[in-house]
Every structure is written in C-alpha cells, then in structure tokens.
C-alpha cells in the first residue's frame, strides 16, 4: 500500500511540473509564435503575429520622433547586423584579383563573365553586363539573386535576372549579378548554401562586390542594388550595412512580419536578442533619406506594403523632409518575383535617380523594350574552363574559409 501511495505522489508531482511549466511558457511572445505560426498565401513563414509587428512599429514610431534620434536607431540595428554575423569590426579587405572571361557583344550591351576574391581564395562568381557605349563614369547596380535553386529556373541564371541586367546596361549603367553562397559554378565544386555561416560570408561578398564594382571606373556616389525575394533581403542588408549604396530597390521581400526562410537570412540572430529587437522594415528603412523603392503584390508577405510597411518607412523619411525619396510599386494581382511587371515598375525608379536613358528600356507607352536581349544557357555564365582554370588558391567547400589573415 506504500509503494502505491508513492506512485501516486510522483504522478501528482509531474502532473504540478508539466502544469507549471505550460503556464510559464504559454504567455511567451516566443512560444505564442512557435505554436500558432501562420503563413502568407503563397507559403511563407510568419515569424511574428500581425498584431505583434504591428505593435511593434507603433512603438517604434512613437519612440522616434526627430531625424537625430532615428539616425541612432539607423546606427543600432546596423551594429546589430554586423556583431550578430561577426563582421564588426569588419574584416580585412585582401586584394581582388578580377579574374575575367571573354566579352559578348549583343544589342546594346556586353557581357563579361567575372570572379574576384572576397576572401583569400573565396571567389565571388558573376557576370558583368556594360553598355556597348559605355558613358564617362557611369552608375553601378548590383543585382543579388534570390532562392530559385532548380537546374531549368536557376539563381542570377534565369530569363528575368538576364533580362534586367541587360535592360539597365542598355540604359547606361554597369551592372554586376553575382551567385549567392553555394550557387552557380562554386556550387559544382563543392560549396554549399544551407552553412550556418552562409549569412556572414553573403553579406561580406555585398561589401566586396561595391568594391569590384568601383574599380570598373563607375561612379561611386551613384551605385544601387536590387534584387528579389532573397535577392531582395540581400539589397536591404547590404543597404543597411554599406553606405555606398544610394539606392535599394528590394522586390517582393519587405514584411513588417516575414523575415525570409533560409539560414541565409536567418541563421544569426540580427532580428532579436535579449536586449534589441528589429525587424525588415526597420532594416530596409537605415537607407533613409535615400532613394527606396519597394516593390510589392497581393499574394505573397508584402501584400500589406500599402497599409502597413510603406506609411511607416514614409514616416521615416518624412523626418528627414524626403518623402519624395521613398515610393512604393504595388502589384495586387502579381506573384512572388521580378518579372514583367516588377522590371517595368523599377527602371522609371532607376533612370529618375541615377540619370539613365529610360528609352533604352522602355517605350513611351510603358512597355519593356526586351527585343534582342540574349537568354544565355547555364553554362556561357560560367567563368571558369580550361581556358581559364579554377586558381590553385582557390576554396571549394565553405569550411576552409580564413577570416583571420
């Protein structure tokens, strides 16, 4: 009869343990995010609640009233990208060593497949694309690639990434498209980029890529960068970090409460710790009072952009007596990418600040003019053959990176 007396003593105790800790964790923000996550119509992840992240840019807005204090909260979450990845201090800058292939001369523009050294022996693979009359001192633009990781609709390799590059080209500017982490050629050679230090490198190849794009003679007061999907969070963290950008132009991955899906974009926490909390609006508004335009659709996490994200990044600017400097493209029936639509959106943006030749692109009733751009096959983007071999320095797999050096 003891011995039963005391199973029930233990059951009871465990029923009081469990009991305890529900009602400690169950009042969490965390654990309320864990257990009720819900996703935008096209599939992603919330990580916050509506009423959270709505919350929280209340607070936010309330909090910051004057242009002085948002340039310190610029300055914070800037802070808090750079330690949460562990590039501040920033790294030493090694020479690049460019390495190019061949030009291609098409219709208006040319194309130059390139690599440079990040890191010593980490190379950055992309392609060049420069207008066939090339102006004194052009603009630069960067043009980071989202997730599209399937062999016939690839990274920086498919028709819409191949098409706006050449389009900006045509219109006067140099504009670099390089592989994310573990993309594209290096992919073949054993890098990959699902690496729990995939974010920290990503960024880090932002940073050299303005250098590779300065030393191509382009103007360095004049260089934007724009990207979807996970190209687009690549624009505004690189925005947020580098101030040599001047203009972002993020494309459909701007939400008050989606944070983006893959390590790349989550794998260190410069969202939140226990003293410091942002968000992606917050990120893409550090840009502020430069150029920002954000494009987004009906269908996917920036669906709220109208209603939520834009007014409060326009409050932002409005601070600083620039709201003229901030727009926002909405596509309520448009779909997750840059495509037709998104290109047409952007290059009036692009040629308005950067003094391009919007002709070159578009006609005067406000279609793409496309005619003659080259959709190149997967393997004429790649750099390295037997022409031009892969350097014996050179790092195939993400763990041989030297940071230190």
């Not at 914070?76 to 001369?105: D, F, H, V």
């Not at 997750?336 to 639509?341: A, C, I, L």
Request: with cysteine; hydrophobic share 35%; aromatic share 10%.
């Amino acid at each position: 009869m003891q011995a039963f007396f005391n199973w029930i003593s233990i059951f009871l105790a465990l029923c009081f343990i469990s009991t305890l800790i529900t009602s400690c964790t169950s009042g969490s923000p965390k654990a309320d995010r864990e257990t009720n996550l819900q996703k935008s119509k096209s599939g992603q992840i919330y990580q916050w609640t509506e009423a959270e992240g709505k919350r929280f840019l209340s607070d936010i807005r309330q909090s910051i009233t004057t242009t002085k204090a948002w340039t310190s909260r610029a300055q914070e979450i800037r802070s808090q990208i750079l330690q949460a990845t562990g590039l501040q201090p920033l790294p030493e800058k090694c020479p690049l060593n460019p390495i190019y292939g061949e030009k291609r001369i098409f219709d208006g523009y040319q194309v130059q497949n390139v690599a440079f050294e990040s890191l010593p022996g980490v190379y950055v693979t992309g392609s060049l694309y420069s207008p066939t009359k090339m102006p004194k001192e052009p603009p630069g633009i960067l043009s980071p690639h989202g997730h599209w990781p399937n062999r016939d609709d690839y990274g920086r390799y498919r028709p819409d990434v191949q098409k706006r590059c050449a389009a900006m080209s045509r219109m006067g500017a140099v504009v670099f498209t390089y592989d994310m982490v573990g993309y594209g050629q290096l992919a073949d050679f054993g890098w990959e980029h699902k690496h729990p230090e995939t974010m920290k490198l990503q960024i880090w190849n932002g940073i050299r890529a303005v250098d590779f794009l300065i030393s191509q003679g382009v103007d360095p007061k004049r260089i934007a960068c724009t990207g979807a999907s996970g190209g687009g969070t690549q624009t505004f963290h690189l925005a947020a970090v580098d101030p040599r950008i001047y203009i972002s132009v993020p494309v459909v991955m701007v939400s008050y409460r989606h944070f983006g899906g893959c390590i790349c974009e989550l794998g260190k926490p410069i969202h939140e710790n226990k003293d410091f909390k942002t968000n992606n609006v917050e990120i893409a508004a550090c840009i502020a009072p430069k150029p920002l335009l954000l494009v987004s659709v009906g269908t996917d996490a920036t669906e709220t952009t109208p209603e939520v994200e834009y007014p409060f990044i326009k409050y932002i600017y409005g601070l600083f007596g620039k709201q003229e400097m901030v727009e926002n493209a909405h596509l309520p029936e448009d779909e997750h990418g840059y495509d037709y639509n998104k290109r047409a959106a952007v290059y009036p943006f692009l040629a308005k600040h950067l003094n391009l030749d919007l002709s070159m692109a578009m006609n005067s009733d406000g279609t793409l003019r496309e005619e003659g751009i080259i959709i190149e096959e997967i393997e004429d983007l790649y750099l390295f053959d037997e022409n031009t071999p892969f350097p014996k320095n050179g790092i195939t797999n993400n763990s041989d990176i030297v940071w230190d050096f």
